[in-house]
């Protein structure tokens, strides 16, 4: 049977590599706490479910709703985002509802790029900016992200050869995997350096509402005149507690937006329609419900801080964002220390090398475990180093 050429040289997805593994180590017997992916454990406002049952209870509501979203629900996105970020957008132009951002980040590439085309992505970042330019056959440069400068790209590192080449950049902030966190004047240079190279300036932003002590995120479009050069991408999975339902949205350059949907309506058939409806409401869920489940998130946070203290390990709470990055023990690379943790403690974490080379010494560690299996991760963790006289 025929495999793609284009597959050859695409590594499997890391983390299913790694389900893989907590499956295996499961099926031995272990109680395993799944500290490795950011898979929100808490339920969605009760209002957005009731707005699923009760349009999914119509007999309307189950055939093809359109290839470019309800409108309605591209105006419910268009008001979040006026009253978020003050950002105006306009419903028909400059919203294309998506499967999940996942899907949009990929058939992104598939819009805007060519064989051997230059793509700049963040080292350490999330896997589908590069594995989408690989399906195409584009090349990647990276931008690495480095603790002593915050985790933010050093823009002017780029050299002139690789910036004059790339056609998109990928950002993202509040950061996976690191936490870190941008301000106005980073995106500022940053949309500069897109203007200034004729680059495709992607920021990918679904933790911009999980954040911590009064921090508020940007959004890349508050920029002046980022819309000539930006696409954002967000969702509902983080903000809402709706990872499953796959909803989510790229918003801006109505140009490349139009490519977008040009490749959407020929590989996929629009949104259901219940779905839909629930994700008008989620949009309008008060800020106060947010907040309360951020605090949640927090102290989760603050739990596996101090618990990493104990077992000697650096970490910082961020500002933003479900999970903690934290460098291995000396001596150990990120899969040994993650390999060792899963099969002895039962506490599964994701190694940094999953997204890059330059996270290739760190752990990325979630908060979405309930409260109480935290705890006890954290316990494990003591008894195993104590056990191995660390």
């Not at 951002?101 to 590069?130: Q, W």
């Not at 950049?169 to 996976?176: A, C, D, G, R, V």
């Not at 020929?266 to 309008?284: K, W, Y």
């Not at 403690?345 to 890059?356: D, E, L, Q």
């Amino acid at each position: 049977m025929k495999t793609a050429k284009r597959l050859l040289d695409l590594p499997p997805y890391p983390f299913a590599r790694w389900a893989a593994e907590v499956s295996r180590v499961q099926r031995l017997g272990m109680d395993v706490i799944r500290l490795d992916i950011g898979n929100p454990d808490l339920a969605p406002h009760e209002a957005v479910v009731q707005a699923l049952c009760e349009s999914a209870g119509k007999a309307d509501t189950h055939g093809y709703s359109g290839y470019r979203g309800l409108p309605s629900l591209r105006r419910a996105a268009a008001a979040y985002y006026e009253r978020r970020f003050g950002v105006c957008l306009d419903p028909e132009k400059e919203i294309v509802p998506l499967i999940g951002s996942k899907e949009g980040i990929v058939n992104l590439a598939l819009a805007c790029l060519d064989p051997g085309d230059l793509v700049l992505v963040p080292d350490p970042g999330y896997a589908p900016y590069t594995m989408g330019a690989m399906l195409v056959g584009a090349e990647v440069a990276t931008l690495p992200l480095l603790a002593e400068n915050d985790f933010l790209p050093d823009l002017d590192a780029v050299p002139e050869s690789i910036a004059s080449r790339a056609a998109l950049m990928w950002l993202n902030y509040p950061n996976n995997p690191t936490g870190a966190v941008a301000d106005l004047d980073f995106l500022s240079e940053a949309v500069a350096f897109a203007r200034r190279y004729d680059v495709l300036l992607c920021y990918d932003a679904p933790y911009c509402d999980v954040t911590y002590d009064g921090y508020v995120a940007p959004s890349i479009l508050e920029v002046e005149g980022a819309r000539d050069v930006a696409v954002e991408f967000n969702s509902l999975s983080k903000t809402y507690n709706m990872a499953g339902w796959r909803l989510g949205m790229a918003v801006g350059n109505a140009e490349v937006l139009a490519a977008l949907t040009q490749v959407k309506s020929n590989v996929d058939s629009g949104m259901f329609h219940p779905l839909q409806e629930a994700a008008i409401r989620a949009l309008t869920v008060d800020g106060a419900w947010i907040a309360a489940r951020n605090d949640i998130y927090r102290e989760r946070l603050q739990l596996l801080v101090d618990g990493l203290h104990t077992l000697g390990m650096s970490a910082t709470l961020p500002r933003a964002g479900l999970y903690l990055w934290v460098a291995v023990p000396d001596g150990e690379s990120a899969e040994e220390c993650a390999r060792r943790w899963l099969e002895e403690a039962g506490v599964a974490v994701a190694p940094g090398s999953f997204f890059g080379p330059v996270g290739s010494g760190y752990l990325r560690i979630s908060a979405t475990a309930p409260t109480a299996r935290i705890r006890d991760a954290m316990a494990r963790l003591r008894e195993l180093t104590a056990a191995s006289g660390a």
